[in-house]
C-alpha cells in the first residue's frame, strides 16, 4: 500500500543518512553525546545540500509534472549518501536534476562514513579555500586562515586535499576518455565513469537515461571500471601509493 510504500522509503532514507555520517559521531551519541551531531561541521555542510538540493529538485519535476517533494527528497538523499537507489522515479530527470545529482555524488558523505565521493569535509574546505584566495587577492599578505568548526587547517593540510582532489578528477577524466573510446557517448561515458568512482549505485545511470549502457562493452573496460570502484573505496591517493615503486622500496 502506499503509506507501507512511504513508511518503507522513510526508513531507507534514514539508513542512508545514518550511513553518511561519520560513525565516531554516532559512537558519542550512544555514549550519551548527542549534541555531537549538531556541533559537527559535515553534518551541518549535510543538511544544508539536502535542503537545497532538494528545493531545487522539487522545482525541477513538479515544473514537469514527473514528481513531488517526497521523490525529490529521495534522489537527493540517495544521491549525496552514494547509495544510488533509483528511487520511485522511473526513466530519466530533467537535466537540470540529472546534474545536481551528479554534483553531489561528486562531493558524497562524511570523512568515516560509508560513502564514497570526495568526501563533505574536503568539499566544505575547498570552498572556505577558493573564499579565502579571493579574499586575500586585494591583500596577498593577510592572514586569512581557513577553519573547519573551531579548529584552523594548516597550508599543508590543504595542499594534500587539493592533491586529493585533483586526482581523483583526474581519474574521472580519464576514465570517461576510455568509456567514449569504447564507444559510449560522451554523457554514459561520465555517467558511469562519476558512479564507479564515487561508488554511487544506478540512480545516476537513471536519472540520465543510460542505465544499459555498459552491456556488451568488452572485459577490458568492464576491469577497468571495476578498478575504478576500487579506487574510489580505498581514496585515490592510498591506491596510487601502493602503486608507487618506493613504497614497496622501503
Known amino acids: 500500500s502506499a503509506p507501507l510504500d512511504r513508511a518503507a522509503r522513510a526508513i531507507v532514507m534514514l ?25 559537527d561541521p559535515e553534518v551541518g555542510f549535510l543538511a544544508f ?35 544510488g537507489y533509483a528511487g520511485a522515479l522511473d526513466g530519466p530527470r530533467p537535466g537540470m536534476v540529472a546534474v545536481i545529482l ?7 558523505g562524511g570523512i ?42 594548516a597550508d599543508a593540510a590543504m595542499q594534500g586535499i587539493w592533491a586529493f582532489f585533483v586526482l581523483f578528477v583526474g581519474c574521472l577524466i580519464l576514465a570517461t576518455i576510455a568509456l567514449a573510446a569504447a564507444g559510449l557517448d560522451m554523457v554514459a561515458a561520465l555517467t558511469h565513469a562519476l558512479s564507479a568512482l564515487t561508488n554511487t549505485g544506478p540512480l ?14 568488452p572485459a577490458p573496460v568492464l576491469l577497468m571500471m571495476t578498478g575504478l570502484m576500487v579506487v574510489g573505496r580505498l581514496e585515490v591517493i592510498a591506491v596510487l601509493v601502493l602503486l608507487s615503486r618506493g613504497f614497496w622500496q622501503r
Open 204 to 217: 545516476l545511470a537513471e536519472a540520465t537515461g543510460t542505465a544499459m549502457a555498459l552491456s556488451g562493452l
Open 102 to 108: 551528479a554534483g553531489l555524488a561528486l562531493i558524497g
Open 49 to 83: 545540500l539536502v535542503i537545497t538540493a532538494t528545493a531545487l529538485v522539487t522545482i525541477a519535476l513538479v515544473s514537469t509534472g514527473a514528481g513531488s517533494v517526497p521523490a525529490a527528497l529521495f534522489d537527493v538523499i540517495s544521491a549525496v549518501t552514494t547509495t
Open 15 to 39: 539508513f542512508m543518512l545514518t550511513g553518511a555520517i561519520n560513525i565516531s559521531l554516532h559512537w558519542a551519541a550512544l555514549s550519551g553525546r548527542p549534541g555531537a551531531y549538531g556541533r
Open 112 to 153: 568515516g562514513s560509508t560513502a564514497g565521493g570526495i568526501k563533505l569535509a574536503r568539499g566544505l574546505l575547498l570552498i572556505r579555500q577558493s573564499r579565502r584566495e579571493l579574499q586575500r587577492a586585494p591583500h596577498p599578505r593577510g592572514g586569512v586562515r581557513v577553519r573547519i568548526g573551531s579548529a584552523s587547517v
